[in-house]
Protein backbone atom coordinates (compact mmCIF):
# COMPACT_ATOMS: atom_id res chain seq x y z
CA UNK A 1 0.00 0.00 0.00
CA UNK A 2 1.40 3.61 -1.00
CA UNK A 3 2.40 5.79 2.04
CA UNK A 4 -0.19 8.67 3.24
CA UNK A 5 2.29 10.91 1.86
CA UNK A 6 2.16 9.52 -1.55
CA UNK A 7 -1.49 9.49 -1.40
CA UNK A 8 -1.66 12.82 -0.49
CA UNK A 9 0.70 14.17 -3.21
CA UNK A 10 -1.34 12.45 -6.02
CA UNK A 11 -4.97 13.91 -4.80
CA UNK A 12 -3.60 17.01 -4.77
CA UNK A 13 -1.65 17.29 -8.27
CA UNK A 14 -4.74 15.46 -10.24
CA UNK A 15 -7.12 18.68 -7.95
CA UNK A 16 -4.91 21.38 -9.07
CA UNK A 17 -4.82 20.50 -12.32
CA UNK A 18 -7.95 19.56 -12.84
CA UNK A 19 -8.74 23.53 -11.52
CA UNK A 20 -5.80 24.64 -13.71
CA UNK A 21 -8.24 22.86 -16.45
CA UNK A 22 -11.41 23.81 -15.52
CA UNK A 23 -10.34 27.93 -14.75
CA UNK A 24 -8.48 27.86 -18.40
CA UNK A 25 -11.73 26.58 -20.17
CA UNK A 26 -13.76 28.94 -18.44
CA UNK A 27 -11.82 32.16 -18.79
CA UNK A 28 -9.02 31.82 -20.83
CA UNK A 29 -6.09 32.11 -17.59
CA UNK A 30 -4.57 29.99 -15.53
CA UNK A 31 -4.25 31.81 -12.21
CA UNK A 32 -0.62 32.13 -10.23
CA UNK A 33 -1.77 31.15 -7.24
CA UNK A 34 -2.82 27.55 -8.94
CA UNK A 35 0.55 27.51 -10.57
CA UNK A 36 2.18 28.10 -7.04
CA UNK A 37 0.49 25.91 -5.21
CA UNK A 38 1.06 22.89 -7.91
CA UNK A 39 4.87 24.03 -7.23
CA UNK A 40 4.57 23.96 -3.68
CA UNK A 41 2.94 20.52 -3.51
CA UNK A 42 6.49 19.10 -5.05
CA UNK A 43 8.06 19.80 -1.52
CA UNK A 44 6.04 17.01 -0.12
CA UNK A 45 8.01 14.31 -1.41
CA UNK A 46 11.00 16.74 -2.93
CA UNK A 47 14.02 15.22 -4.58
CA UNK A 48 17.04 17.66 -6.11
CA UNK A 49 16.75 15.73 -9.42
CA UNK A 50 13.23 17.22 -9.53
CA UNK A 51 14.84 20.49 -9.63
CA UNK A 52 15.84 20.21 -13.32
CA UNK A 53 11.92 19.72 -14.24
CA UNK A 54 11.45 23.66 -14.22
CA UNK A 55 13.39 23.45 -17.57
CA UNK A 56 10.43 21.59 -19.13
CA UNK A 57 8.93 25.38 -19.37
CA UNK A 58 11.30 26.33 -21.52
CA UNK A 59 10.01 25.97 -25.24
CA UNK A 60 6.88 27.02 -23.77
CA UNK A 61 8.56 30.61 -23.45
CA UNK A 62 10.48 30.08 -26.55
CA UNK A 63 6.94 29.39 -28.50
CA UNK A 64 5.17 32.52 -27.04
CA UNK A 65 8.23 34.57 -27.51
CA UNK A 66 8.91 34.14 -30.96
CA UNK A 67 5.96 32.60 -32.36
CA UNK A 68 2.86 34.12 -29.49
CA UNK A 69 -0.35 32.61 -29.27
CA UNK A 70 0.83 30.97 -25.57
CA UNK A 71 -0.16 33.14 -22.61
CA UNK A 72 2.14 33.07 -19.43
CA UNK A 73 -0.10 30.85 -17.39
CA UNK A 74 0.76 27.94 -19.49
CA UNK A 75 4.66 28.33 -19.34
CA UNK A 76 3.93 28.87 -15.25
CA UNK A 77 2.05 25.91 -15.53
CA UNK A 78 4.62 23.15 -17.54
CA UNK A 79 7.26 24.96 -14.49
CA UNK A 80 5.40 23.86 -11.93
CA UNK A 81 4.32 20.40 -12.92
CA UNK A 82 8.25 20.15 -14.24
CA UNK A 83 9.03 20.78 -10.24
CA UNK A 84 6.73 17.90 -9.60
CA UNK A 85 7.74 15.06 -12.52
CA UNK A 86 11.13 16.28 -13.00
CA UNK A 87 13.13 16.58 -16.18
CA UNK A 88 12.10 13.07 -18.12
CA UNK A 89 8.53 12.86 -16.53
CA UNK A 90 8.19 16.44 -17.75
CA UNK A 91 9.31 15.64 -21.23
CA UNK A 92 6.87 12.97 -21.84
CA UNK A 93 4.09 15.19 -19.91
CA UNK A 94 4.63 18.05 -22.85
CA UNK A 95 4.86 15.50 -25.40
CA UNK A 96 1.53 13.69 -24.45
CA UNK A 97 -0.47 16.94 -23.72
CA UNK A 98 0.50 18.53 -26.90
CA UNK A 99 -0.03 15.73 -28.91
CA UNK A 100 -3.41 15.54 -27.34
CA UNK A 101 -4.00 19.04 -28.66
CA UNK A 102 -2.91 18.68 -32.41
CA UNK A 103 -4.99 15.06 -32.19
CA UNK A 104 -8.06 17.12 -30.97
CA UNK A 105 -7.63 20.26 -33.12
CA UNK A 106 -7.05 18.01 -36.33
CA UNK A 107 -10.32 15.87 -35.46
CA UNK A 108 -12.14 19.48 -34.75
CA UNK A 109 -11.36 21.30 -38.10
CA UNK A 110 -11.83 18.03 -39.97
CA UNK A 111 -15.50 18.22 -38.53
CA UNK A 112 -15.96 21.68 -39.17
CA UNK A 113 -15.11 21.22 -42.58
CA UNK A 114 -17.44 18.38 -43.12
CA UNK A 115 -20.12 20.51 -41.47
CA UNK A 116 -19.14 23.69 -43.33
CA UNK A 117 -18.87 25.84 -40.47
CA UNK A 118 -15.91 28.33 -39.36
CA UNK A 119 -13.40 26.53 -36.90
CA UNK A 120 -12.00 28.36 -34.03
CA UNK A 121 -8.99 29.49 -34.28
CA UNK A 122 -7.53 29.15 -30.50
CA UNK A 123 -8.11 26.38 -27.80
CA UNK A 124 -6.97 26.46 -23.99
CA UNK A 125 -3.82 24.95 -23.74
CA UNK A 126 -4.18 24.16 -19.73
CA UNK A 127 -6.39 20.28 -19.95
CA UNK A 128 -4.17 18.83 -22.99
CA UNK A 129 -1.09 19.65 -20.68
CA UNK A 130 -2.60 18.53 -17.22
CA UNK A 131 -3.94 15.42 -19.28
CA UNK A 132 -0.60 14.61 -20.38
CA UNK A 133 0.90 15.64 -16.74
CA UNK A 134 -1.29 12.97 -15.18
CA UNK A 135 -0.27 10.77 -17.89
CA UNK A 136 3.28 10.72 -17.09
CA UNK A 137 2.58 11.11 -12.76
CA UNK A 138 0.74 7.84 -12.91
CA UNK A 139 3.24 5.84 -15.60
Same mark, same amino acid.
Given at each position: ????????????????? =??? *? #? #??? @??????????????????? =?? *???????????????????? !?????? %????????? %?? #????????????? %?? *????? $???? $???? =?? #?? /? /???? @?? !????? !? &? *???? &??? $???
Amino acid at each position: MPDKLAVLHAVFFVALL =CAA *S #V #VDL @KHRIIPDWLNLMIAAISLL =CF *SPEQLLGILIALPFLLAAVF !FGGMGG %GDIKLMAAC %GL #VLGLPKGLFAAMA %GL *SLQLL $YVAI $YRIV =CK #VQ /R /REAK @KA !FPLAP !F &L *STGC &LFA $YFI
